[in-house]
């Protein structure tokens, strides 16, 4: 089945082509600038690319055409026309308690996704409005699928999800904790059951999502028991820009001695903070590795706040779960840094786990890295969450 993965965001719209029979990557790219002017990127495997060129785009439907434009040019295309696309799946932020699983786009789940705006409203409409131009350039013919970054945490029970306020935030508001990265964890959990050679059901799985946004995910029998993330993606360990958890108190205390308005203190825990407000050099861990080789305590001290943040998880996740069989590593930090997965990982003999040095030394494709002898094994995995988009789309469409 060939299957169109769209990533809608505001302004942009990530887009990815795939066979979900040999799980090819057909054809992928950016539209960019969405609403300003627009700029778009193409690439298809032998068949050439297109680099950031000025293609007019007034909305995500000009975006959405310009896609399928590409995908059927006669020099770089690789479909014949546009009936070949069977169907479309879309990446949604947010799903609230409503989604629990991928669905099939109808009138009534777009109710439904509407409804769901109070819980993202920086995320949802843009997911929403890239179905609607789906809908409108591709006819009604195509079956879309929405897949959720939260529909995998559903699962975590409520002694993990509720958080201590009074209980009618929860119950009228909606206020618990979602988790993100749901594809993601979802994933490299079925992966590494794979890789292990064990049903998934039998296994107690950490899953450790470290890039520029980070989360970890305790995983019980492929369900997913408990996750850093909360009501909202601040939540958890610190990240490139975010603050992660933080004592509530802080707010107010910052705003009254800074003059900040609420606005102004969620730009700084969202934007200024993570390793680049401790470090005040970068959000990106490379610049961060080089600082701190270099001598820059400040960039140091933020990847190892950073490190030792995700080491604790694994440890309380491990409670959480009366054990652990593996660790996974994946994204930008987790698949590309050994240094970091051995700052992580590398003490954790005490609980079963003993890191391979020479296995660790990988980076970007699966692997094992733990000693042949590790009670607890720990696997590199690179996500892929426009496969595992397309795939709960070709089962759903
Ligand atoms: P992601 O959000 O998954 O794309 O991950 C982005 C993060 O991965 C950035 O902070 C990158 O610096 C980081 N990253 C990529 N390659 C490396 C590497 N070799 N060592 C450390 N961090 C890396």
Redesign the pocket.
Known sequence: MKVLVINAGSSSLKYQLLDTGNQEVLAKGLCERIGIDGKFTYKAPGKGAVDAADVVMPTHSEAIQTVLNALVDPDHGVIASMSEIDAVGHRVVHGGETFANSVKIDDKVMAALDECIPLAPLHNPANITGIKACAAVMGPNVPQVAVFDTAFHQTIPPVAYTYALPYEYYEQDKVRRYGFHGTSHKYVSQRAADMLGKPIDSLKLISCHL???SSVTAIDGGKSVDTSMGFTPLAGVPM?TRSGDLDAGILEYIMNKHNLDITQMLNVLNKQSGVLGVSGVS????DL?EAGESGNQRAALAVDMFNYSVKKLIGAYAAAMGGVDAIIFT???GE??AE?RMAIAGQLEFMGVKLDPDANNV?GKEAIISAIDSKVKVLLIPTNEELMIALDTAELA
């Open positions: 890039g520029n946004g490139g959000s990106d861990f490379r590795s994204a930008g930090v590309n840094s970091q980076r």
